[in-house]
């Protein structure tokens, strides 16, 4: 009763007219960025991230909250109609959606996409309401040491998640640790790893930082798909017509579609929640569930229920990610770390003490979402005609486009051209490290909870004189180690594993 | 195929380098920060992720010159040419500014290398300059630099 008192509280803050009109815009932005194909939601939360500056704290976060999101409702549009998906939690989308638009009903295959999203969001948020607030509560009694090793497993989690390979994955995590630690020591704020360059000394800038990682290293992938784009176009059908009206559900389609939608949007919320899983993974852990329900057309062959399915769970679990990034201050994935960037910059520090120091930003929020939530789906019902139109911008002339919006981008943020050598050099040691197969978001991640750890270590060994007895003193503590040496060292028998079986089937 | 023939994986230069900055945060951290001075001192907790990031690194170089069966990483021209363009621009603007600079690449990129016709470089230069005028300097009130040129004019 009082989370919904709380959130009555923050819909006053949420319908006041700037942020209604923040929120729209971020929904507008977002929609047409996911939709690009090859862009992402953390790309582009990355790109648009400077337009948030305009505003004050609050507002700029729903604007941010309704980009993350509205990206999530986008990225299946080019996944459904040109079978490219714009987003990764698209992938599994592409795999009905495309397939039930080649059979004459891509219209519907989208409003399916858009309905589903919108009802596994609602169950996302719905569960967020009700556990955010219970999440911060249980934060509060967390002590230096139990944030260390929350802090940990996050961490851990993600770089195995993300990257198939788990050495890559630590030395990534470890790159992402040491450019944070370069500035200030984050106790006594002496000078840090600057190596006596004065623009060294207030830090690596975090959005020119992130907008070079991920938008100008994915401007400089993109170049190698303009052939492959020109091909898949030429093979579209281009007179292809869409209209609101051609692209509705009928009452079959929908009996269809709520079950899956109702499950993956539940079970979506609950992966969202886990550091480390975030919307992609969301995604497959829906879809690979519905395979084992019955559908009424084999999944894979455009069967409505599949795209119910993959997107209710990828907007469940972008909903849900937000539990453990406003209650614990942990991210769930890349997107969440730039998220949870933003909300440093306006000086707010997402963790257990949030809820009570900035309610009304808290609660703002999470009514915004649902705000956020109807204006997607109006916006992604309407913007149907004219999805044809904004998917035929050719991969070829985005190249300088998002070229030059990382540029300006990365200025506006710094006021200098510091930044904009930032993101520069940080977009090429991107695109290296992905080319070689490190994935980059475990790196941001680790570039945005290193700080915190860093303190919470400190404080832990200062309260306890150096001794190591902190981190195991306890039920609660001991647990927690579990957790993170299992997540540790699961990777590595199942590799060993895997190795001894190949020299079994050798033999 | 040359490098193959030469036994040198062009895979293992991330972890070599990845090494190098390790080994500059261990020294540096050691030299500079301390470790531990009764409690953790300012280089504590860099230096640990700095021997993590060693000992990884050199796990990962190992990983990757025993397997001979990956492919080698291939780069283009193409890509360069992204990355050319990008300091291009940045160099640019110390001369001309940075929105003549944007201007300037997105023509001669979308002319020269991608030959679109003259109806969409007009369409894209418009719409840029709307989001960078409009938005940028307009809307959020951002300063971009004037360059020499600039300076020397205005």
Not at chain 1, 60 to 71: D, H, P, Q, V, W
Not at chain 1, 137 to 159: D, N, Q, R
Not at chain 2, 69 to 84: A, C, H, I, Q
Not at chain 2, 117 to 134: C, D, R, S, Y
């Amino acid at each position: 009763m009082e989370n919904f008192l709380s959130l009555l509280a923050g819909f006053q803050v949420a319908l006041a007219p700037e942020n209604i009109g923040a929120c729209l815009l971020g929904a507008v932005l977002g929609l047409i960025v996911g939709a690009m194909p090859g862009i992402g939601s953390l790309a582009g939360c990355a790109l648009l991230l400077p337009l948030t500056y305009k505003f004050n704290p609050t507002t700029a976060i729903i604007m941010l909250g309704a980009l993350y999101y509205s990206n999530m409702y986008g990225g299946s549009f080019s996944a459904i109609l040109l079978n490219i998906p714009g987003d990764s939690p698209a992938i599994t989308t592409a795999l009905d959606g495309y397939p039930m638009a080649k059979k004459g009903r891509p219209g519907q295959a989208l409003m399916a996409a858009n309905m589903a999203s919108f009802i596994g969001g609602t169950i996302g948020i719905l569960i967020l309401t009700l556990t955010a607030s219970g999440l911060a509560t249980l934060g509060l009694k967390f002590g230096y040491a139990e944030m260390t090793l929350i802090l940990l497993i996050a961490m851990t989690s993600i770089s195995w998640l993300i990257g198939e390979n788990p050495i890559k994955g630590i030395v990534i995590t470890m790159l992402g640790i040491l450019v944070a630690s370069i500035g200030m020591d984050t106790l006594s704020g002496a000078p840090r790893f600057e190596f006596g360059n004065m623009y060294l000394l207030g830090g690596v800038p975090f959005t020119p930082f992130i907008i070079g990682c991920v938008g100008f290293a994915q401007v400089i992938k993109l170049i190698n798909e303009r052939e492959a784009d020109e091909k898949k176009r030429a093979n579209e059908d281009s007179k292809t017509k869409l209209s609101i009206r051609q692209s509705m559900l009928t009452g079959h389609d929908f009996k269809r579609m709520l079950p899956p939608t109702i499950r993956s949007g539940v079970m979506g919320t609950f992966v969202g929640v886990l550091p480390g899983s975030g919307a992609t993974t969301g995604s497959m852990v829906g879809y690979a569930m519905q395979k084992k329900f019955k559908s009424e057309e084999p999944m894979g062959t455009g069967a409505i229920e599949g795209i119910a399915a993959s997107e209710a769970a990828n907007n469940a679990a972008a909903a849900g990610a937000f539990a453990p990034l406003l209650a614990l201050g942990i991210p769930g994935s890349g997107t969440g770390a730039v998220l949870l960037g933003g909300l440093m910059m306006w000086g707010l520090n997402p963790g257990p003490l949030l809820f009570d120091s900035n309610p009304e930003f808290c609660w703002g929020l999470i009514s915004s979402m649902y705000m956020a939530n109807v204006f997607t789906l109006l916006v992604a019902i309407l913007v149907i005609p004219f999805l044809i139109k904004i998917l035929s911008v050719p991969v070829k002339y985005m190249i300088p486009i998002i070229t030059c919006v990382c540029i300006v981008g990365a200025y506006s943020t710094s006021n200098s051209m510091y930044g904009v050598i930032v993101m520069f050099v940080s977009g090429i040691v991107g695109y290296l490290l992905d080319k070689n197969g490190f994935p980059t978001a475990p790196m941001l991640l680790a570039f945005v909870l290193a700080p915190m750890l860093e303190k919470n270590m400190r404080k832990a060994f200062i309260a306890s004189q150096g001794s190591l007895k902190i981190f195991v003193d306890s039920p609660l503590k001991l647990v927690l180690l579990a957790v993170f040496l299992v997540l540790i060292l699961t990777p590595v028998v199942k590799s060993i594993r895997r190795k001894m079986q190949a020299k079994k089937a050798q033999a | 195929m040359e490098n193959k023939k030469k036994g040198f994986n062009l895979r293992t230069v991330i972890p070599l380098a990845t090494i190098i900055v390790s080994l500059v945060f261990i020294v540096v951290g050691l030299k500079n920060y301390g470790f531990w001075n009764a409690q953790p001192t300012p280089g504590f907790f860099p230096i640990i992720i700095a021997v993590v990031l060693l000992a990884s690194s050199i796990a990962c170089f190992v990983q990757i010159a025993r397997d001979k069966n990956s492919d080698e990483v291939k780069y283009n021209r193409n890509e360069l040419m992204v990355m050319l363009g990008a300091a291009g621009i940045i160099l640019c603007t110390f001369l001309i500014g940075l929105v003549p600079s944007c201007l300037i690449y997105i023509f001669l990129w979308l002319k020269f290398v991608e030959r679109a016709p003259w109806k969409v470089i007009i369409i894209i230069e418009i719409i840029m300059a709307a989001i960078i005028l409009g938005v940028f300097t307009a809307w959020l009130q951002i300063r971009f630099p004037m360059g020499l040129l600039g300076d020397l004019i205005f």
